[in-house]
Structure formats: structure tokens, C-alpha cells
């Protein structure tokens, strides 16, 4: 079954500090990877879309990273603001399939 | 100014009361869904449109209908509403499937409460 996991399930971090947060996905054969950060109560926004051969993309302080032998990826976010705080939710796109398969994410909170 | 839009925002009913949802997007999309999203069990798909007159199910189409009679609206139906479908309702459009390299965008929500 194709699933999308993410770890951890809630973090929370001093402002000013990095974080990674993980991704494990089943989905085969794949297509392409994307990263959304999600505010509360409003519609996900991308960050970034990888396909299966980049292994790194970053957007300002955001960066993925994909390893599509063992069908992982993490989102390192650098020096944290408290703007950071939202959810990030993985997804995942087979090839030949016009369904994306979401994570259930990661909530990210941001501390002063 | 490039978006997807949805109406309306918020909304209370009362179970059996047919309700519509509008999404519409004004970047000519030919890819438009709906999701629904439940704490702890992240979007799910209801249903998606590959083009005009082309829809087809997705993950949870159980009590939902939709049409897609003009590339810009994809309405969300509920013929008979059931306090299970109490969620949080989000429109999304892209160019191409998911399976092509192009990015995804999503309406603002509708958070619907079935009394």
C-alpha cells in the first residue's frame, strides 16, 4: 500500500535554532516529492518539488533533501523565526497516477 | 493576482440539507480536486478533474458529488449532509496531474460543521 509517514508527529524549538524534520514514503514507482507548509485553518503552500533525481533543493532557509534508493526525505529548516510555526506535510506522487499520497505531518512550533 | 478561491469560508447545516462549495481558480488549470482534512489523518481526496466534463474518485468520494461544466469552477456537492462529513474542505488546482513536475495550488478552506 502506498503510504507517506512522517516523524515526529510535533516539535518544538527556541527561535533561532535548526531543525530536520524526516519523511518515509512506500510509493512506487515514484514521481516527485514536494514539501507544503500548512498555517492554521488555511490551504497548504509549496515550499519544494523534487523529482527522482535531484537529492537536494532549498527555498531561502528551507531545504529537502531525497534519497529515492531508501525512499526518505527531510526538510532542514535553518535558523527558525516564529513565522515557521505551521504544519509541513510530505507528499508524494507515483509515476502514471493522478493521485498525490499526504503525510499527516509534522507541527512545528516556534518559541521566542 | 494568481489563485484559487473558495465559497463559502465557513458553514453550519443541519444533517439531510443539500449544500454546494465553490472552488474556482482563474490560472486555466486543466487539474483541479478536493481534499478533506481531519486531524490526525491528514488530506484526503474526494475527487478529482482531469479537464472539463472528466471526473473521477478519489480516496473518500462517499456522500460527495462534483461537476466540472467550465475549466475554472469545480463545485463541491453534498446532496444529503451527515455530521460526518463535519470538516475542513480544500480546493486545489495545478496545471498538469500530480504526476507531472508542476506545482499544486490550494483555496483558502471551508470549514463545514453538520449539525
Known amino acids: 500500500k502506498n503510504q507517506v509517514e512522517q516523524s515526529p508527529q510535533s516539535l518544538i524549538i527556541l527561535e533561532g535554532k535548526n531543525c530536520t524534520l524526516q519523511?518515509?514514503?512506500?510509493?512506487?514507482?515514484?514521481?516527485?516529492l514536494r514539501w507544503y507548509k500548512q498555517d492554521t485553518g488555511r490551504g497548504p503552500v509549496s515550499l519544494t518539488i523534487m523529482t527522482f533525481s535531484e537529492n537536494t533543493k532549498s527555498n531561502g532557509r528551507y531545504t529537502a533533501t531525497l534519497d529515492a534508493d531508501t525512499k526518505q526525505s527531510s526538510l532542514h529548516i535553518t535558523a527558525s523565526q516564529l513565522s515557521d510555526s505551521a504544519s509541513y506535510i510530505c507528499?508524494?506522487?507515483?509515476?502514471?497516477?493522478?493521485?498525490?499520497?499526504f503525510g499527516t505531518g509534522t507541527r512545528l512550533q516556534v518559541f521566542p | 493576482e494568481a489563485q484559487v478561491t473558495q465559497n463559502p469560508r465557513y458553514l453550519i447545516t443541519v444533517t439531510g440539507k443539500k449544500l454546494t462549495v465553490t472552488c474556482s481558480q482563474n490560472?486555466?488549470?486543466?487539474?483541479m480536486s478536493w481534499y478533506r482534512q481531519d486531524p490526525g489523518l491528514g488530506l484526503r481526496q474526494i475527487y478529482y478533474s482531469m479537464n472539463v466534463e472528466v471526473t473521477d474518485k478519489g480516496d473518500v468520494p462517499e456522500g460527495y458529488k462534483v461537476s466540472r461544466k467550465e475549466k475554472r469552477n469545480f463545485p463541491l456537492i453534498l446532496e444529503s449532509p451527515s455530521p460526518n462529513q463535519t470538516s475542513l474542505y480544500f480546493c486545489?488546482?495545478?496545471?498538469?496531474?500530480?504526476?507531472?513536475?508542476?506545482?499544486?495550488?490550494f483555496g483558502p478552506g471551508t470549514r463545514l460543521t453538520v449539525l
Open positions: 486545489a488546482s495545478s496545471p498538469d496531474p500530480p504526476s507531472s513536475y508542476n506545482e499544486q495550488f
Open positions: 490560472m486555466n488549470h486543466e487539474y
Open positions: 507528499v508524494v506522487s507515483g509515476r502514471n497516477t493522478d493521485k498525490l499520497i
Open positions: 519523511c518515509n514514503y512506500t510509493v512506487s514507482p515514484f514521481s516527485n
